[in-house]
Nanobody, 115 residues
Framework: QVQLVESGGGLVQPGGSLRLSCVGS????????MHWYRQAPGKQRELVAG???????NYADSVKGRFTIERDNPKTMMTLQMNNLESEDTAVYYC?????????WGQGIQVTVSS
């Protein structure tokens, strides 16, 4: 059963912007902490940003000031606004939800930053 679905990826030039979205079930959005991870070719998956059910956000140093994570619990949606994109941001981005020992992953969506 699919629990998380990402959308909004694509190809963008350096300095450009993209907005990723993740939709899921009401149960997840009521209580789960949500995250965006990414994995570039040949690299380990890394945490990009996270947000608690109450809306407290945190970011990896590499994206602070450029990316913004938000969630809308009634709409069961989480977003990642990515501005001033760099070639190093090229990766597959994953939506993730975690609560206690339970977790869900989206299928991943490609973001490519290239001129």
């Amino acid at each position: 059963q699919v629990q998380l679905v990402e959308s909004g990826g694509g190809l963008v030039q350096p300095g450009g912007s993209l907005r990723l979205s993740c939709v899921g079930s009401p149960t997840i959005f009521r209580t789960y902490e949500m995250h965006w991870y990414r994995q570039a070719p040949g690299k380990q998956r890394e945490l990009v940003a996270g947000i608690t059910s109450g809306g407290t956000a945190n970011y990896a140093d590499s994206v602070k000031g450029r990316f913004t994570i938000e969630r809308d619990n009634p709409k069961t949606m989480m977003t990642l606004q990515m501005n001033n994109l760099e070639s190093e941001d090229t990766a597959v981005y994953y939506c993730h939800a975690a609560f206690d020992l339970d977790e869900y992953w989206g299928q991943g969506i490609q973001v490519t930053v290239s001129s």
